[in-house]
């Protein structure tokens, strides 16, 4: 019991920070008028993915962990996280003793705090430090939301980083990986260094965040005529896509589906 309190006594000094997130959320036309950074360039293959989606959904704190409840978030993220885990990270990421850094992000009704319990986990096994400064600054409601509102809604992050720091990126969950994708990006074009991507849960496809050169040659020779539109409204270009999201593109049967599709997207979550 001891050894629980402490661990909710050290989320809540971490968290703390990630409660502001409540009145620092920004309006729809800071939104629009903003652009995602990505680095396309990654140092790493795939994003370490905890726990199988039901697995996770399954567990008994999992509702209240969502909800927002710091004990339920911690519990959750405990009865996944093994020591078989903790020691791979540690083989691989030790020697650059990187920054934990949580995706912070106000959900529908409160702030997603599973991502900053297992953050908070892995700094309690490994001593690497937390960054609790960079937050998610915009509301995109990716929970159980389709691929063309994940793509239309793009995580935008504001904070402090340090030029030269490397950072290991946290997230509860990996769909498409835009999330992922823009966290890195903002953090690079700072001068930091992301060298790897743990999600809590996740489908096994997901894991690939690197474009491959195959799915782009593919993207550009099907849909390449709206690739500067793509640059225009989003910020990056097609290199700068995730794996899933470039093969989530390719399904559709043309460029006025992506364009239609991405502003049926944006409509639907305007009040």
Known sequence: ???????????????????????MTWTEDDRLSTLAVRTPEWRFDDCDIVADIKAVQGDRHYRA?????LGDSFDLAIHQVTDVMVNDWQRRFSASRPIVTPVQAVEKYSVNQIPMALSAIIHL????EIDADIVQVNKVSHTKSTGWHRLAHQALFFGHVRSGQTYLLIDDFVGQGGTFANLKGYIEAQGGQVIGAIALSGKA???RLSLTAETLKALRTKHGSIEPWWIERFGFGFDGLTESEGRYLLRAENADTIRNQLAAAEQASRP
Request: charged share 30%; aromatic share 6%.
């Open 1 to 23: 019991m001891g050894e629980i309190l402490a661990r909710q006594a050290e989320g809540e000094k971490l968290l703390a920070r990630a409660r502001t997130l409540s009145v």
């Open 65 to 69: 962990a969502k909800d927002g409840v």
């Open 125 to 128: 096994r490994t001593g690497w």
């Open 205 to 207: 496809y997901s894991a």
